[in-house]
Structure formats: structure tokens, C-alpha cells
């Protein structure tokens, strides 16, 4: 680290917003490479470390900090294509939402548009009836009641849960978006715009919605991998060889 400029832990706290102690963490995680010391024991950093701090800090607004420790980690590790594997497999799990979200948009245009279907049989159906029409446990209906998602009514005498042919599409909707994601939140205007005016207006907004986050993800990710890429290209130019797993941890915290 002759050639370069030297770093203390206190410039990459201030370069990235963090603690000096986050600094020293993300060192004995693996999402820095390991830092020279001085012979007092005093840690020292350079510019390498500068750019893995700053891959890692993209890369944390992409795939989550997990994924982003993974990779990192990985990188320090000295397995590359093991790093690069995370990264294939995070966006190929965005492509599958996207696929999922398109889906289920068409899937919930059809089913807001329609008016409830009749049921099976009359009188409204039973919590067991309605979770294998849907394939899911009566536990999850229950969840979803206890949400303020599914209003069914109760049966006078016994107090069992009746399911109308409206409780039942709301319950299709509900199954639906959940499998695309939405949280219960998202879900909610959803159904109050379809009991209130039978419309699919908010359906549009929530399934929107979805996709600009979608789309902020990715642009997120590309940006991560951008940044992982300049570290990569760095730690060639410096000759820095990353540590392999039996290697062992780094050396101790100072």
C-alpha cells in the first residue's frame, strides 16, 4: 500500500455515512478486503478498499444488504464466479417478478372486470370449501380476514364463516396479488375501490405501482453491478489476490 494513498477507518465512515465500528464490521464480514495494519495495530485502508466500500454500498440499494454481503464476501473469498453467480441469480429472480407481475395483471383484469361467479352450490361456502377452491389454508383466509381483507358474514347459531360469491372473488384477488408480492397494505384500496364502485381503478394504480418499483429495483441493480465491476477492475490493477476460503478470517479486529 506504498504507492497509493492511505486511508483511515474515520475517511471511509465519512465517505459512506457510517460509524468508524461499521467500518471495522464490514471488514470482519468479508465486505472490505483485509486492511494492513500498522505496527501499533492501527488499521490502514486504501483506495481498494474505498472501491469495494462504495460496491458494496450500490450493491446494497439493489439486492438488499444480504445478497450484497454475499457477493462481497464472495469476491473477498477470492471466488469470483461464485459472486457473479449471486448477481445472475438476483436478476434472474427480478425477471420472475416481472413475469409474475404481468400475469397476475391480466389474471386481476379479468377477475375485476367479471362480475362474482355463482358458487357451487347456494348458501355461501364454508372456510374449508373456499381454501381448496383456492388452494391455500384456511389459515392464510383467516390472516386475511384478520387483516380487514375478507369481510365474510357469520352464520346465526353456529357462528361459522359464509362465503358470498363477492367474499369469494375478493379472496381470488386477494390470493392472487399475494403470490405477485403485494403486502396488505397495497391490497386494501384494491378491494374497497372494487366493493365501492366496482371499479378496477386502483387495481391499475397498486399493479403500476408495482412496476415503477420494479423497474427503480433493476436500475438499482444495474448500478450495483456497475459499481462491483470498477472494484473488480481495480483489485486486478493493484495485483491484490483476495483471500481464498481456506485462508482462514482475516487478521483480528485492532
Do not use: C
Request: hydrophobic share 40%; charged share 25%.
Amino acid at each position: 500500500m506504498t504507492n497509493e494513498r492511505r486511508l483511515r477507518p474515520v475517511d471511509l465512515a465519512r465517505l459512506a455515512g457510517v460509524s468508524t465500528q461499521q467500518i471495522r464490521n464490514y471488514e470482519d464480514a468479508g465486505v472490505l478486503p483485509p486492511a494492513a495494519r500498522t505496527a501499533s495495530g492501527y488499521r490502514v485502508f486504501g483506495e481498494v478498499h474505498r472501491a469495494a466500500l462504495l460496491a458494496y454500498r450500490a450493491l446494497m440499494r439493489g439486492y438488499g444488504p444480504v445478497k450484497a454481503t454475499e457477493i462481497m464476501r464472495a469476491v473477498h473469498d477470492g471466488d469470483v464466479p461464485g459472486a457473479l453467480a449471486l448477481v445472475d441469480a438476483a436478476h434472474a429472480a427480478l425477471h420472475e417478478e416481472r413475469v409474475s407481475l404481468r400475469a397476475a395483471s391480466q389474471a386481476l383484469e379479468l377477475l375485476a372486470a367479471e362480475p362474482p361467479a355463482p358458487l357451487p352450490r347456494s348458501g355461501g361456502l364454508r372456510i374449508g370449501e373456499v381454501a381448496a377452491l383456492l388452494g391455500v389454508r384456511t389459515s392464510a383466509l383467516r390472516v386475511w380476514e384478520g387483516a380487514g381483507l375478507l369481510t365474510p358474514e357469520r352464520e346465526r347459531g353456529t357462528g361459522y364463516r359464509v362465503y358470498e360469491p363477492a367474499d369469494v372473488r375478493d379472496a381470488r384477488l386477494v390470493h392472487t396479488l399475494r403470490r405477485s408480492h403485494y403486502l396488505f397494505d397495497q391490497i386494501r384500496p384494491v378491494l374497497q375501490g372494487l366493493r365501492r364502485e366496482g371499479s378496477s381503478a386502483a387495481l391499475r394504480a397498486a399493479v403500476a405501482a408495482r412496476g415503477q418499483a420494479l423497474t427503480a429495483r433493476s436500475r438499482a441493480m444495474i448500478e450495483g453491478a456497475g459499481a462491483l465491476h470498477v472494484h473488480l477492475d481495480r483489485l486486478t490493477a493493484a495485483g491484490t489476490t483476495p483471500r481464498s476460503p481456506a485462508d482462514g478470517p482475516g487478521p483480528s479486529p485492532a
